[in-house]
């Protein structure tokens, strides 16, 4: 198979992850949870907000230049776009003009009473939340995993493909060409920037759908019929290998991960 050159149709990258994990942010504290981050809003006191860092593990050490501190829930702990990141991110407002902006309305609202405060913050931090996403995208990864296929400027065309269509059956040509590569480049690049194969990758994210699904309410059958198993007693004895448990024993709010999108430094 000759190497095709990739489309220059642009894809979302991160929509299925807002689709099945909501994200949510406020100025209120929560509680410890393991899908709670802290995103701190950094600057002079009389002056425009510098920087944003968001922690998503562990505690952040006390800053004396922050103004605003939110919190921000992932929709879980197994979120495999959290579960990606690193344990902090940290991006400069003036490297992105809509984040510079959004940053500068977002502390105006925080330090100001007005009328509808508290929905205008929760908004603007979740904006704010996905600029940071999207800047640690651009950024990439040094190691394997699922941010550095997402940088990645073929593979990541082919992750998309899986997460729009987990029902789907995809199989290695389908995805190499969707990749606009041979197969075995395919396999070996995939292997290489991911750390898994694509039919494994398949299952963990139709597997991580399912469980959050599950947690919802949603019934073991419907559930695999719309992730793409043949029967649901394919997919319970594919859900426990995974988690061991079954299906039906799901609670929400767990804290496992889906292998295969593991965190990535």
Same mark, same amino acid.
């Given at each position: 198979m000759? $190497?095709?050159?990739?489309? =220059?149709?642009?894809?979302? @990258?991160?929509?299925?992850?807002?689709d099945a994990f909501e994200l949510s942010a406020s100025l209120e504290p929560a509680?410890?949870?393991?899908? %709670?981050?802290?995103?701190?809003?950094i600057g002079p006191p009389d002056g425009p907000a510098e920087k944003i860092v968001l922690c998503l593990r562990g505690e952040s050490a006390p800053d004396p230049s922050v103004l605003v501190t939110a919190t921000v829930d992932f929709g &879980?702990? %197994?979120?495999?776009?959290m579960n990606a990141l690193p344990d902090q991110l940290s991006v400069e407002t003036n490297d992105?003009?809509?984040? #510079?902006?959004?940053?500068?309305?977002?502390?105006? $609202?925080?330090?100001?009473? !007005?009328?509808? @405060?508290?929905?205008?913050?929760? !908004?603007?931090? $979740?904006v704010i939340v996905l600029l940071v996403l999207r800047s640690?995208?651009? #950024?990439?990864?040094? @190691?394997?995993? =699922? =941010?550095?296929?997402l940088s990645h400027p073929a593979l990541h065309r082919v992750l998309v493909a899986m997460h729009d269509a987990p029902a789907r059956a995809w199989n290695t040509e389908d995805l190499a060409s969707v990749? &606009?590569?041979? @197969?075995? %480049?395919?396999?070996?690049?995939? #292997?290489h920037v991911v750390g898994t194969t694509p039919q494994a990758?398949?299952? &963990?994210? #139709?597997?991580?759908?399912a469980r959050r699904r599950l947690s919802k309410g949603a019934r073991v059958k419907a559930v695999a019929r719309q992730i793409g198993f043949g029967s649901a007693a394919a997919f319970s004895r594919a859900y426990v290998r995974q988690f061991g448990e079954w299906p039906s024993l799901q609670m929400?709010?767990?804290?496992?991960?889906?292998?295969g999108v593991g965190r990535n430094e």
């Open positions: 000759i $190497e095709n050159p990739i489309s =220059l149709q642009k894809v979302d @990258r991160l929509s299925a992850f807002f509680p410890t949870a393991d899908s %709670h981050a802290k995103l701190h809003v &879980g702990a %197994h979120n495999p776009l992105a003009p809509a984040l #510079r902006d959004t940053t500068a309305a977002f502390v105006t $609202e925080a330090l100001e009473s !007005r009328c509808g @405060r508290n929905a205008a913050l929760d !908004r603007l931090c $979740e640690a995208i651009d #950024r990439g990864a040094t @190691r394997p995993g =699922l =941010l550095a296929g990749a &606009g590569m041979s @197969r075995s %480049h395919f396999m070996a690049l995939f #292997r990758y398949l299952t &963990g994210w #139709r597997l991580t759908i929400p709010n767990s804290a496992d991960s889906a292998p």
